[in-house]
């Protein structure tokens, strides 16, 4: 994916930085005194954005101005340049999902009257817009729909990282949609199962409860429905080393985990339960069979294969 300059909208630019003004500057005769697209430099910045920016052009002339008056100038030099959402603007890259399928609640088998249908994938945009200028987004959402498609390249990296979310997508039961080029994925799907497993599971269980253990010391609360999920990865995660699968569906552990979800197990009785699993993960880790690290060259093949498809595809 094309690098660009980003700057949050609510920041404040340093003294310094060198803006464009995206507006003509007129003095008090009504005179242009500098033509909109001029470059100047901050000598003083607000304290927030109500306030006005004092920027010295090269005459030396210093003019106040508001924020919306001005960009920087590496932002202005790069314009639409790998600014995906144009891409995004212009096209329904949502016609280039090749793969939909249902995780969370639904598929866990923890779903109730409230649940959400949560849908994910990936998508294989047109050679044509990925090779852009503008690029194509990583990631497409529908917040309306619940739905959300990493870009083919996006969703083959997290998966080699063994992002929990993608490696469910691969092992969910509830399959929507798929081409022959996702089922081919599927098919190889073990390549992405490593003892990196281990470690990105362990770790974000460990660092969540930190922050749970915070929220019972300042609030005298925790999200259960967040715990529930926590120790339903810890689970999932020793599972995947011991079987080379990744277990969806939550089966006997069912009742247990809906008893944190509804915060009728103890936090006491929580943490003991968490605190074995991580042993038991341990356990696994040594005994396992998995390799060191996943297939990171047969997942870059089909990479290439897809890019190669998706280019034969746009010269018909």
């Given at each position: 994916m094309t690098k660009r300059v980003h700057h949050h909208p609510n920041l404040i630019f340093a003294v310094g930085t060198q803006v464009v003004t995206l507006k003509d500057v007129v003095g008090q005769n009504g005179r242009t005194l500098h033509p909109r697209g001029a470059v100047g430099v901050v000598v003083k910045s607000p304290s927030d954005l109500a306030h006005s920016y004092r920027i010295r052009f090269p005459d030396g002339v210093e003019e106040a101005l508001m924020s919306g008056d001005l960009t920087t100038l590496a932002k202005f030099k790069e314009g639409n340049i790998g600014e995906s959402g144009v891409t995004l603007e212009r096209h329904d890259l949502f016609e280039n999902v090749i793969f939909q399928c249902v995780i969370g609640s639904q598929a866990y088998g923890l779903a109730d009257r409230g649940s959400d249908i949560d849908r994910r994938g990936y998508y294989l945009p047109?050679?044509?817009?990925?090779?852009?200028?503008?690029?194509?987004?990583?990631?497409?959402?529908?917040?309306?729909?619940?739905?959300?498609?990493w870009e083919l390249q996006k969703f083959l990296v997290l998966a080699l990282k063994a992002n929990p979310n993608v490696l469910e997508c691969l092992y969910t039961p509830l399959v929507e949609k798929t081409t022959p080029l996702a089922d081919e994925l599927l098919s190889m799907r073990s390549m992405f199962l490593s003892r990196l497993v281990y470690q990105t599971y362990n770790g974000y269980v460990m660092s969540q409860f930190k922050k749970m253990q915070a929220d019972i010391r300042n609030q005298g609360q925790v999200k259960w429905k967040h715990i529930m999920h926590l120790i339903r990865l810890l689970i999932s995660g020793i599972s995947v080393l011991r079987e080379g699968f990744v277990p969806v569906r939550v089966g006997e552990h069912r009742e247990q985990l809906l008893a944190i979800k509804k915060g009728e197990m103890p936090w006491e009785e929580t943490e003991k339960w968490r605190l074995a699993l991580h042993a038991e993960f341990d356990r696994a880790l040594e005994q396992t069979n998995l390799p060191e690290r996943p297939d990171y060259e047969k997942a870059n093949a089909f990479l290439i294969k897809a890019r190669r498809a998706a280019a034969e595809e746009g010269l018909k």
């Open positions: 047109p050679a044509d817009l990925h090779w852009s200028l503008y690029g194509v987004p990583e990631q497409l959402e529908c917040h309306e729909t619940q739905e959300s498609y």
